[in-house]
């Protein structure tokens, strides 16, 4: 009658819309046209030379807000926002071809630990619909509920070769990380099971990207691309055949562990911005150096020509010993 739909229509239309998009793609007699949608999106939507337009969604802080206000439309939470979440059956479909590495298992905790609170109009039907942040959602799990393994096949290009989780994790479980492929952690993350890389790369985009538990090394890459380099707040264990790359453009960009460091394997320093540590910088710091602990190779990339660096292993810390080149004087 007024020529508009309320608010709690235009929700109520979402969560139809999106029940009846899982029930679509959930439908065995949609496989084939599922399967080729897939493919078109890799070979047109993701080649670099089709990615012309701009990125209208790149501020990920004001895109998410945007999308929150759409869930409630700025209504307050009114009822009981103590309910737990529901996960609908059959909504992890909605994030097969956005994480292909992850199960439905784990699809559906993504699902579980991004869902908002609870107590808003409309939003809190049994079958949970009303409650699913798929913009959350698809930056990656909200929290570690329980162990979490990733295994990520570079070889399949798309999310598999490079992914991104953008969401502060927290919770009491561990990321295991697998495969092949990369993936880059960027919240502020408190999830307290420890982190265990034992193939491809896991980098850390965060200061506190890994967590507040031990980081074990095990046979694959750590970078770490964090301003204010990585805190590890337990212990560092890095075996051989293993490599964390360090990128450094200050003092600050430094391994920070709180507990015992046991070093092996390779680090490598990539010096960038111009930036060239004073003699004797700090590279990592530690409470405590395991007996005989050090790495079998430091390799510093980024200085002039002609410098030279040696390495000096404290009890409580690394520092990088630079050798410029001898000056020659004329008469």
Known sequence: ?????????????????????????NDPANANIEANAYQQAQSILMTPANATSSDLYSDYKKSRENYINR??????????????????????????????YLDETQRRWVLYSTGIQSGYPLLDDSEGWGRLDLFSAVNGYGA?????????????GGFEKQDEWKNDITGVGSLTKEGTGQLDLQGNNTYTGGTLILGGTLE???????GTGNVRNYGGTINVNAKGGLEIEGNFNQIQNSLTNLNMDSQSDILNISGRANLDGTLTINLTNGYIPTDGAVIAKYYHLASGSKFDEVVVKGL??????MTIYKNDQLLLKIIKPNKQTTK
């Open 71 to 100: 869930l409630t439309y700025g209504f307050s939470q009114t009822g009981d926002k103590t309910k737990p979440m529901v996960v609908p059956k059959g909504a992890e479909v909605l994030l097969k071809t956005r994480f292909p």
């Open 1 to 25: 009658m007024s020529g508009m739909h309320s608010p709690l229509a235009v929700m109520g239309g979402r969560m139809t819309a999106t029940a009846l998009a899982a029930a679509t793609l």
């Open 304 to 309: 002039p020509s002609g410098y030279k660096t």
């Open 204 to 210: 850390a985009d965060n200061e506190y990207a890994f």
């Open 144 to 156: 570690f509920n329980q162990n979490v393994t990733v295994d990520m096949d570079a070889s399949h």
